[in-house]
Nanobody
Framework: QVQLVESGGGLVQPGGSLTLSCAVS????????MTWYRQAPGKQRDIVAIISSRGVTLYADAVRGRFAISTDHAQNALYLQMNGLKPEDSAVYYC??????????WGQGTQVTVSA
């Protein structure tokens, strides 16, 4: 069974930066795409950023230009570099690894709080 474990969340002031990590128990080369989601209290879980197995990236409008998604195949890890953080970025962030049409695997989430 594939396991994903997020880390790197925490409390940061507005304008600050955080890097989230998602460690995968297995080769990330096995997945078609990997995605960061976030969910704020009382809201739906939304896509933040996607990276395909070919390295193509997509970003939600709210984070484009501030966040960067990347992978490290040697470490079997997914990252989300977050800069210029805003209070509205506060949420639980989840990573997902997916074989399209076959299976998907989720992490347990990591809390990001942006507050002065």
């Amino acid at each position: 069974q594939v396991q994903l474990v997020e880390s790197g969340g925490g409390l940061v002031q507005p304008g600050g930066s955080l890097t989230l990590s998602c460690a995968v128990s297995g080769s990330i080369a096995n997945f078609d795409r990997m995605t960061w989601y976030r969910q704020a209290p009382g809201k739906q879980r939304d896509i933040v950023a996607i990276i395909s197995s070919r390295g193509v990236t997509l970003y939600a409008d709210a984070v484009r230009g501030r966040f960067a998604i990347s992978t490290d195949h040697a470490q079997n890890a997914l990252y989300l570099q977050m800069n210029g953080l805003k209070p509205e970025d506060s949420a639980v962030y989840y990573c997902k690894a997916e074989r399209v049409g076959v299976a998907e695997y989720w992490g347990q989430g990591t809390q990001v709080t942006v507050s002065a």
